[in-house]
């Protein structure tokens, strides 16, 4: 999962602590009872690949020298895991 800038900065405004405004509440709990959704995601996260298979296709493009991250995207990266880390 990719957390992006304005998310931390948001759980950094409230103290570590959202506070979702009463509109999102609403919806959120309406989507959360919504069975069909509920399907859907699961068949969406079953089909999704297990982490040992994203990580052993990593490693072989890194070993046939196909993984090239650009530096931004590197450097994002560790922005946001340094930032993340600072909030727990």
């Known amino acids: ?3 992006s800038l304005e998310q931390l900065e948001k759980v950094a405004e409230s103290g ?3 506070t979702p405004r009463e509109s ?3 919806t959120a709990f309406i989507r959360l009872t919504d069975a069909d959704l ?3 995601v699961t068949a969406l996260v079953v089909a999704m690949p297990d982490r040992e298979e994203m990580i052993a296709d990593l490693q072989a493009r890194i070993e046939a020298g196909t993984y090239h ?3 931004e995207e590197i ?3 560790m922005l946001r895991r340094a930032r993340a880390d600072s909030l727990r």
Do not use: F, L, T
């Open 1 to 3: 999962m990719k957390i």
């Open 16 to 18: 570590g602590r959202i």
């Open 24 to 26: 999102e509440v609403d």
């Open 38 to 40: 509920i399907r859907n």
């Open 69 to 71: 991250p650009a530096a």
């Open 75 to 77: 450097v994002d990266a």
